[in-house]
C-alpha cells in the first residue's frame, strides 16, 4: 500500500479556494477584524473603569460546513456558526473569567462584570498574573507570512459530490470491499482578536479542511474495516478523492483474514500516524502543568538524556501552512523555533507564563499547547522507506492500529488494544488482531532503535515510522 499524495486537481475541481487577500463578504465571515478590534476594546474599558488591576478579552468567530454520505446516498449536511466574547479580570492576585455570545454594548458590560464579580471572591493565586510585558510578542514581531487561511467556497452539493466520489472510489477496488462505513467533507474556518492591558494586540485567520472515507472488506464475523483521510489548510493540496478511496480501501482489504498470535516480547514498528501519538505522550510527560502537579513520568528531565543519542525533536511555529503554526501563543506571547530534544536530551519543556511561575522558570510560549513538532533520527537515510524499516524489524510486530487510552501518564506505564501485521524476515507475514502492547513510555523513549523517512503529517506533528527494540505482545 502506497499512501496517496495530495495532488491539487481533484480539490480545484470540486471548489478553489480564495486568496489569503479577501474581503470580509467573500471570507464568509460575519464579523470583520476592526468589529472584533472595537469589541474587545469595549471590554477592557469597562473592565478598567470597574476597576480592574488588569483585564484581557478575546473575541472570535467559527464557521463551516460538515457533509457525510453512505453508501451512495446522502446522510447528513451540517453549517456551523459560532460567537464567542470571552473575559478575563484580574484583581490583584485573583481572577475572574465569564464569556457571552452576545455582541451588544449592554451583554459586553454585563460579562464584564460578571467576571469582575468572580474575581471579587475566587481565592488569591500568585501566579495568576497577565504575562509579563517583555515576553509579548509587539505588532512588528508577529508573522503575517504563514499562510493559514483559505476559505473554501464549496456548496453542499459539492461537498457532497465530492464525499460521494471518495466512497466510490474506495467500494470499486475490489469486489470484497462490500460495505462502507462512509465519508464526509469538512470545510472549515475561524478567526479572533484578542488584547489584554499589558500591551498585547493580535489575532488572525485559519482554516482546516478533509476529506475521509471507512470502507468495510469482507463479510459476517469476518468483516474489517479500515480508513484513511487527507486534511489541510488550503483545500487545494487535498489529496484526490480517488486517491484517498483507492488507499482506505486497500489497507481495509489487507487486514482481512486477520488472525490472533501468541504472548510473546519481540520488537515494535509503529506506523506513522501512531507514531505521532507517542511524540504526544512526550510533550504531555514534559508540559507544565503536569510537571507543576508532578503528575508526570518526566519530572525533573531538564537536561537529561530522555532518548537515545540519535533522537532530535524540534518545535517550529513558523512553518507556512503548518497545522501548528502560529505567530503568538495563546497568552500573546512570542513563539520561536527551538530544539525540544537534541542528541536524546531534553532541552526545553511546554510552558505557558502560568506554569512557568509555578516552576520558577521562564514562558516557553507554548500556552495553548505545542507547535509544529518534527521527529528526526540522525541515522535515517532517504531510503528508509516503510519497507527498509520493516526489513529492520525483522521478525515482530506491525502496529496499524490502536484502541484505548492506555497510557499512565504519571508511571509511563503504556498499554494499548492493537491490531496490525506479523512480519517474519522482514515481510509482512499476516494480519493480527485481538492483542495488546505493553512496555513502560521511558524504556520505549530509550529503545527507539530507528526512525523511518515515511514522515507523515498528523496535525501539529511529523514523524516517520517508530521502531522500538522490544515490548510485550499478549495474544492468545
Request: with cysteine; hydrophobic share 40%.
Amino acid at each position: 500500500m502506497n499512501k496517496p499524495k495530495s495532488p491539487k486537481s481533484a480539490a480545484r475541481r470540486a471548489a478553489p479556494s480564495t486568496p489569503t487577500t479577501t474581503t470580509q463578504a467573500e471570507s464568509g465571515f460575519a464579523y470583520s477584524r476592526a468589529f472584533f478590534e472595537d469589541l474587545v476594546g469595549s471590554a477592557l474599558q469597562h473592565a478598567k473603569k470597574l476597576g480592574a488591576t488588569d483585564a484581557s478579552a478575546h473575541a472570535s468567530e467559527g464557521c463551516g460546513l460538515s457533509v457525510s454520505v453512505r453508501k451512495g446516498e446522502l446522510e447528513n449536511v451540517e453549517r456551523n456558526r459560532d460567537k464567542s466574547l470571552g473575559i478575563t479580570v484580574h484583581l490583584g492576585q485573583r481572577r475572574g473569567n465569564a464569556s457571552t455570545s452576545d455582541f451588544s454594548q449592554t451583554a459586553i458590560r454585563q460579562t464584564v462584570q460578571a467576571a469582575f464579580d468572580i474575581a471579587r471572591f475566587t481565592a488569591e493565586d500568585p501566579f495568576a498574573a497577565l504575562p509579563d510585558a517583555a515576553d509579548i510578542a509587539q505588532p512588528s514581531e508577529q508573522r503575517t507570512d504563514l499562510d493559514l487561511f483559505f476559505p473554501w467556497a464549496i456548496t453542499s452539493a459539492e461537498a457532497a459530490q465530492l464525499a460521494l466520489q471518495t466512497e466510490a472510489a474506495a467500494l470499486k477496488v475490489d469486489k470484497r470491499i462490500t460495505n462502507s462505513e462512509g465519508a464526509s467533507v469538512s470545510a472549515q474556518q475561524s478567526h479572533f482578536f484578542s488584547a489584554h492591558t499589558h500591551g498585547f494586540r493580535g489575532g488572525y485567520a485559519s482554516s482546516r479542511h478533509s476529506v475521509s472515507v471507512s470502507p468495510i472488506a469482507g463479510k459476517g464475523a469476518a468483516m474489517q474495516r479500515d480508513y484513511w483521510y487527507s486534511s489541510q489548510r488550503d483545500a487545494a493540496e487535498l489529496a484526490a478523492p480517488e486517491a484517498i478511496g483507492r488507499y482506505a480501501a486497500e489497507r481495509a482489504l489487507s487486514r482481512l483474514n486477520a488472525r490472533k498470535i501468541a504472548t510473546t516480547e519481540c520488537p515494535v514498528l509503529f506506523e506513522s500516524p501512531l507514531a505521532a501519538g507517542l511524540l504526544g505522550s512526550f510533550v504531555q510527560a514534559v508540559s507544565g502543568g503536569s510537571l507543576y502537579r508532578k503528575s508526570s513520568f518526566l519530572l525533573d528531565s531538564l537536561g537529561k538524556a530522555v532518548f537515545p543519542k540519535h533522537i532530535d525533536i524540534l518545535e517550529d511555529p513558523f512553518v507556512k501552512r503548518g497545522k501548528g503554526s502560529s505567530p503568538f501563543d495563546d497568552e500573546g506571547v512570542r513563539v520561536q523555533a527551538r530544539s525540544v530534544v537534541e542528541a536524546g536530551k531534553v532541552q526545553g519543556y511546554f510552558l505557558s507564563s502560568y506554569s512557568a511561575r509555578k516552576l520558577g522558570m521562564k514562558t516557553t510560549g507554548n500556552a495553548g499547547g505545542s507547535h509544529n513538532l518534527i521527529l528526526t533520527s540522525r541515522l535515517t537515510r532517504a531510503g528508509d522507506n516503510l519497507d527498509a524499516m520493516l526489513e529492520r524489524l525483522g521478525t515482530g510486530l506491525f502496529v496499524t492500529e490502536l484502541m484505548g487510552s492506555g497510557v499512565n501518564a504519571v508511571t509511563g506505564d503504556y498499554s494499548r488494544g492493537a491490531s496490525g501485521f506479523w512480519v517474519e524476515n522482514g515481510r509482512i507475514a499476516y494480519p493480527v488482531q485481538e492483542i495488546t502492547i505493553a512496555g513502560n513510555m521511558k524504556t520505549m523513549f530509550k529503545e527507539i532503535v530507528a526512525i523511518g523517512a515515511d514522515s507523515y503529517n498528523y496535525g501539529a506533528k511529523t514523524v516517520g515510522s517508530v521502531l522500538i527494540k522490544r515490548m510485550k505482545v499478549a495474544g492468545s
